[in-house]
């Protein structure tokens, strides 16, 4: 893999895919975007596709029939790219570990690279837990490099 | 062009890699004073050259389903028509470069062709959000290239009434007589109209809210671009930020050429600096009135609000400024 460029974290856009959330994850990410927050100072944008996207901010545990669609949002995504758990439900499955039909944490499905916990977690927690996966992408780099 | 073909090319690239960055600039200012009108700190003002460079890094990905040329090709050609856009308006003082060879017509075309090859791209990704925002977007290149047309070419008939002689739609021609100084008061009046309608015009022809329909993110996922990523999404990008530019600049040429440096009294290389500071400046009003205000005071219309506000409105308006320029000449 090539070396990022400095500006790459500068300006990570993040799609949001709920997986079977209560939405009060959804509501703190949202929380995140607003003026009080304001996650574009950083650079952080919502899109509205994940091909646009460099983070996939995944809530909830992941549910039978979102699993397939998790895995096909996360290959939409063009690399490089992380993915930021929002929430204790996709950390671990939460409240809903033992439900019928979960198919487990988030990263029983797709590779993560931050967790951020939290029931539901704060909108700061979310910032830095974005601006964390800028450093694991390139701890993901240095690695390929290396290897 | 008494320099030659070297002088030209250096000409042409001064011209094509300032407006990008002059693009970029302005996007970034867009942003920031968005924000700032919202409450918010708003991202720093060199984030739209983050953004791209941190496009240019990313996968570009081709759908599978996707006819590859088309799909790769309209971001080069809608770069390519917004850059040459460029080369035939007058950039603060100076006549464009290649004013001898395109009008004022071939202007409104090449405004349309970043419009077509959105289309074009948007139906080759073959994805039902981007089919959906291509035929959106058609939809708003039916309405609003009438009144734009009507107001163009009004300008255009009125300066060949007072100057039989001068090739009126030629932009330099335009610029060095800028109408104002001839019209009598309904003449203005018309103007101030047209002006206004050209206004409406702009934030449309940007696919910027209230018209950022084509695009919707928050119902059709960004629509034409819902399948673009990495280097093409990042020409898109550019052409987007070079067209607000281009826009800005086709305006300031019609309604406001005035320099500053013969009022001033000034000569020599002062007087070039401070007609081009004088040119961004009024390009920053232009874009500040057209596109900042208006994308943070609206919400986004639906197509059918849009094309009716184009079809009766500004066509209404356009047309009124018309007659008054006619009357203005009967008088
Ligand atoms: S972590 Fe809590 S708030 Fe978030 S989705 Fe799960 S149950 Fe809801």
Redesign the pocket.
């Known amino acids: 893999m090539r070396r990022l460029p400095r500006s790459f974290k500068r300006a990570l856009w993040v799609y949001h895919v709920a997986t079977g959330?209560?939405?009060?994850?959804d509501i703190e990410i949202v929380a995140a975007l607003t003026p009080r927050y304001d996650a574009e100072r950083f650079g952080i944008m919502l899109t509205g596709t994940p091909r646009h996207a460099d983070v996939l901010l995944v809530?909830?545990p992941v549910t039978r029939p979102m699993r397939e669609r998790l895995i096909r949002i996360y290959d939409q995504t063009p690399d490089p790219k992380a993915v930021v758990v929002?929430?204790?439900?996709?950390s671990t499955g939460?409240?809903f570990y033992d439900s019928y039909n979960v198919r487990g944490p988030v990263d029983a499905v797709v590779p993560v690279a931050v967790y951020v916990p939290?029931?539901?977690c704060r909108p700061e927690a979310i910032l830095d837990g974005v601006v964390k996966a800028a450093v694991e992408l390139e701890k993901l780099e240095r690695s390929e490099v290396s290897a | 062009m008494t320099g030659g073909i070297g002088a030209a090319i250096w000409q042409g690239a001064t011209v094509l890699i300032g407006g990008a960055l002059l693009g970029l600039v302005y996007k970034g200012i867009d942003r920031k004073l968005a924000a700032r009108m919202q409450a918010r700190i708003g991202p720093p003002l060199r984030q739209p050259f983050f953004d791209v460079v941190k496009l240019l890094a990313k996968e570009n990905v081709v759908p599978d389903h996707a006819i590859a040329w088309l799909f790769n090709g309209a971001p080069v050609v809608s770069l390519a028509a917004v850059s040459s856009l460029l080369f035939y308006l007058p950039l603060g003082g100076f006549a464009p470069l290649l004013g001898g060879h395109g009008d004022l017509v071939l202007v409104i075309y090449l405004l349309a062709v970043p419009a077509i090859a959105m289309m074009v791209g948007g139906f080759a990704a073959a994805s039902p959000y981007a089919s959906v925002g291509a035929q959106r977007e058609m939809v708003m290149l039916m309405s609003y290239e009438f009144p734009l047309v009507i107001a163009l070419v009004s300008i255009a008939w009125r300066l060949s009434t007072i100057l039989p002689e001068a090739s009126v739609f030629s932009l330099s021609v335009l610029a060095a007589n800028p109408l104002w100084d001839w019209v009598g008061p309904l003449g203005a009046v018309g103007l101030v109209l047209l002006a206004l309608a050209l206004l409406v015009v702009t934030p449309a022809e940007l696919s910027k809210i209230p018209f950022d329909i084509p695009e919707a993110e928050t119902e059709i996922a960004g629509g034409l671009l819902a399948e673009y990523s990495g280097r093409n999404l990042a020409l898109f990008y550019l052409a987007d930020a070079v067209k607000t530019v281009a826009m800005a600049a086709l305006l300031v040429a019609l309604f406001f050429p005035y320099g500053l440096a013969d009022r001033l009294w000034l000569s020599g290389p002062l007087a070039g600096l401070v007609d081009v500071a004088f040119f961004l400046i009024k390009v920053l009003v232009v874009v500040f009135f057209s596109v900042i205000v208006v994308r943070v005071g609206f919400a986004r219309l639906k197509i059918d609000q849009a094309a009716r506000l184009f079809w009766i409105p500004v066509t209404g308006i356009s047309l009124v400024g018309m007659v008054l320029l006619i009357l203005d000449r009967v008088a």
């Open positions: 959330s209560c939405n009060g994850c809530t909830g929002v929430g204790g439900c996709g939460g409240v939290g029931c539901p």
